[in-house]
């Protein structure tokens, strides 16, 4: 990993920002959750060369993340583009379950069983979906096959839908080891909620908080989406206020993509109440103002944090990372990806489980990992990960530091990037310092397509496969 500069924390975004310059730079492209991107990834990877992987990996001293899916979700919201499987039927989850302790045994096979997982997430669909007696069922069964961290610095956190878990949810969570919680919130507006068959009081979550600030949780996240039907500067700052009030620790804020030939519950949303590029770049601007004024940093793209939350410390630390979920600590893991459509990383392999859960069913019946595709990164493709992630993570790159961990001449290695960062440079959006590339403000909004001048893998037309970025 590079070694950064330590990094002051954010500065505000100049709040008017010249709308032609950003609108020039706008476009689709990748959110680097991964580089390659998962549009990189390959039907020709299957499941010995994830064995491959998990087997090399004992050979360091890497700590494991786990991530497991639950797929299931009682209602669908209509901007979802998640794997999810809508039923009310909880008895559904029964056979799903026992398949992932399968699941656990297939992939225990291939790794030290000393080593510990310092971080764990269940996302979904709603995990919140299990009722307590699974829930401590799928614990029981993580901690029989995997040796869970106990220690008071572990990450181990859980997406909650707000309808569907009350105080007892959370005091059944705490006793089975989560110190972190997720609350899907997107807006707190009627209208809005309506519109994407959402309806959430806001007493439903400010409940939890309270209750998760009583009970002592580490953290507490809420998610919030921008560009939804009906949303205006003044709505969706009024969402912020409220949720401002509710003190969370850390925010993500996504922008919206509409993608209805891919998804379908978004062909429910009727485009032209969608707000416009030019209101969805004022409530991002608005956004980043209210929050640094409240006291949030803005870590990056979507996701701001309080000064003393742990993504705010690594970020000045330079030890922030992304992964499948977003903005994330404990880069040195290995992370193992459980259940139906669950991405793997280890190491220099990134493997992805089938997204069709008959797929993933039929696989652990007949014994075998549900591994359909993924991609062993190159020497030049870790390099560029390292770069790519920095970039976003850091908001600067140190190309001295490259050079020394890399062993390249970066000016000879990204000729061609030097070449069309020239543009950003003449535009406002980066600085040099040196050796040193900064991000300006403004550039933090274009932060992707910074990283997409590094990027080896784009396909010649990304606006087909990505979202757009304002």
């Not at 954010?10 to 020039?24: G, I, M, N, Q």
Request: overall charge negative.
């Amino acid at each position: 990993m590079l070694s950064p500069a330590p990094r002051p924390d954010c500065p505000a975004v100049p709040f008017s920002p010249d709308a032609d310059l950003l609108k020039r730079h706008d476009g689709a492209g990748p959110r680097y959750t991964s580089y390659p991107p998962a549009t990189a990834f390959t039907d020709h990877f299957g499941s010995e060369q994830l064995t491959r992987a998990l087997s090399r990996s004992n050979a360091g001293d890497r700590g494991l993340s786990l991530y497991v899916h639950i797929p299931f979700c009682r209602r669908i919201c209509f901007y979802c583009g998640c794997h999810r499987i809508a039923t009310r039927q909880t008895a559904m989850a029964e056979p799903y379950l026992d398949r992932l302790t399968r699941e656990m045994t297939l992939i225990g096979r291939h790794l030290d069983n000393h080593r510990v997982v310092e971080q764990l997430h269940w996302g979904g669909g709603t995990p919140t979906f299990l009722d307590l007696d699974q829930m401590s069922r799928l614990m029981d069964q993580l901690g029989a096959h995997f040796t869970l961290s106990s220690a008071p610095e572990r990450d181990f956190a859980i997406e909650i839908d707000p309808r569907e878990a009350n105080i007892y949810t959370l005091r059944h969570l705490q006793s089975l080891g989560f110190n972190r919680l997720s609350l899907g919130v997107q807006d707190l507006n009627v209208r809005v909620q309506k519109a994407i068959n959402r309806l959430q009081p806001r007493e439903l979550s400010e409940n939890l908080i309270d209750e998760a600030h009583r009970l002592g949780f580490r953290s507490l996240n809420l998610d919030l989406i921008y560009g939804l039907p009906h949303q205006s500067v003044a709505s969706f700052a009024d969402t912020l206020d409220q949720v401002i009030d509710m003190a969370p620790a850390r925010l993500s804020v996504f922008n919206y993509a509409h993608l209805p030939e891919r998804f379908l519950p978004q062909r429910r949303i009727n485009s032209a109440d969608l707000p416009d590029t030019a209101t969805r770049l004022a409530i991002q601007c608005m956004m980043v103002e209210k929050l640094t004024q409240a006291g949030y940093l803005h870590i990056g793209m979507d996701h701001f944090a309080r000064p003393d939350d742990s993504l705010a410390v690594a970020q000045r630390e330079g030890e922030l990372q992304r992964n499948f979920q977003g903005y994330t600590t404990h880069a040195h893991c290995d992370l193992v990806g459980l259940g139906v459509s669950a991405i793997s990383q280890i190491d220099d392999v990134y493997a992805q489980n089938t997204t069709q859960l008959e797929g993933w069913q039929d696989a652990i019946d007949h014994g075998r990992l549900a591994t359909c595709r993924g991609v062993r990164l190159s020497g030049d493709d870790r390099l560029r990960r390292d770069v790519i992630h920095r970039l976003m993570c850091d908001m600067q790159l140190d190309f001295d530091a490259i050079e020394a961990n890399f062993g390249i001449d970066a000016s000879y290695y990204f000729a061609d990037v030097f070449e069309r960062l020239a543009t950003f440079r003449r535009d406002g959006l980066i600085e040099y310092d040196k050796n040193l590339l900064m991000v300006t403000p403004m550039g933090r909004l274009l932060i992707r397509q910074l990283a997409m001048t590094f990027d080896a893998h784009l396909p010649s037309e990304p606006r087909q496969r990505f979202s757009r970025m304002l």
